[in-house]
């Protein structure tokens, strides 16, 4: 359940030397619930919270300014696309549940504003979110694909759910021409910095934490 917030503080002035500090924030009290919109897509969470004005720290109490009854909260849906769960109707069909519990909760008023990547929630447009997940599906497989190139696949190479999609090959493909100027130099400074080749192989990790492709 994402009820958790997050206060920030900063160095008390620009020439003091010190670095930004974030504290977690927990609620003190929670009415929410969690909802599975299906397949390959994250859970949605739902709900209303109560926040203390002071938490201890270490430096001393800390006032939040968490004032009133909020909640922020985020769910994927984009990897319902899979194939393997149902492609493009069954991402349609999750996202368009997310998107139907929000609509409830304006009507309530209780909903302040979102933030929807495939654009549907402003537009309304379903030939628009079928591209644009379409789009999102191509890029993130031709990145991915140079990455696992590269650094290789299992616990110390690449994971992405996008490669396990059945279709994978012709996204990353079609999505080569979509890699923004200057990608594929970052794929290969990646592996430069966290990967040691070897004969008979592109590449291998060499002790670094396991690199995962959205």
Same mark, same amino acid.
């Given at each position: 359940m994402q009820a958790t917030e997050s206060v920030q503080v900063k160095p008390r002035a620009e020439t003091e030397p010190g670095y930004t500090t974030w504290y977690d924030v927990l609620p003190r009290r929670l009415m929410a619930f969690d909802t599975w919109p299906g397949e390959g897509c994250? &859970? &949605?969470? /739902?709900?209303? $919270?109560?926040?203390?004005?002071?938490?201890? *720290? +270490?430096? %001393?109490?800390?006032? *939040? %300014?968490? *004032? %009133? @009854?909020? @909640? +922020? +909260? /985020? $769910?994927?849906?984009?990897? &319902?696309s899979n194939p393997k769960c149902g492609g493009v109707p069954n991402f349609l069909r999750c996202h368009l549940s997310v998107i139907a519990m929000l609509d409830r909760a304006k009507e309530l008023g209780c909903l302040d504003e979102v933030s929807d990547e495939g654009g549907f929630w402003q537009k309304r447009s379903l030939s628009a979110l079928v591209q644009e997940i379409g789009s999102w599906n191509e890029l993130i497989a031709a990145f991915g694909g140079k990455l696992k190139d590269l650094l290789g696949e299992g616990p110390l190479g690449v994971q992405s759910a996008i490669t396990e999609y059945s279709n994978f090959e012709r996204l990353e493909a079609a999505g080569q021409r979509k890699l923004p100027p200057g990608l594929a130099e970052l794929a290969r400074l990646i592996s430069r910095v966290g990967v040691t080749p070897r004969p008979g192989s592109v590449a291998e990790c060499a002790s670094v934490p396991s690199a995962t492709a959205a």
């Amino acid at each position: 359940m994402q009820a958790t917030e997050s206060v920030q503080v900063k160095p008390r002035a620009e020439t003091e030397p010190g670095y930004t500090t974030w504290y977690d924030v927990l609620p003190r009290r929670l009415m929410a619930f969690d909802t599975w919109p299906g397949e390959g897509c994250e &859970a &949605a969470n /739902f709900g209303l $919270c109560q926040y203390p004005p002071v938490i201890k *720290t +270490s430096e %001393g109490p800390l006032r *939040t %300014g968490l *004032t %009133g @009854w909020r @909640w +922020s +909260s /985020f $769910c994927k849906t984009q990897y &319902a696309s899979n194939p393997k769960c149902g492609g493009v109707p069954n991402f349609l069909r999750c996202h368009l549940s997310v998107i139907a519990m929000l609509d409830r909760a304006k009507e309530l008023g209780c909903l302040d504003e979102v933030s929807d990547e495939g654009g549907f929630w402003q537009k309304r447009s379903l030939s628009a979110l079928v591209q644009e997940i379409g789009s999102w599906n191509e890029l993130i497989a031709a990145f991915g694909g140079k990455l696992k190139d590269l650094l290789g696949e299992g616990p110390l190479g690449v994971q992405s759910a996008i490669t396990e999609y059945s279709n994978f090959e012709r996204l990353e493909a079609a999505g080569q021409r979509k890699l923004p100027p200057g990608l594929a130099e970052l794929a290969r400074l990646i592996s430069r910095v966290g990967v040691t080749p070897r004969p008979g192989s592109v590449a291998e990790c060499a002790s670094v934490p396991s690199a995962t492709a959205a």
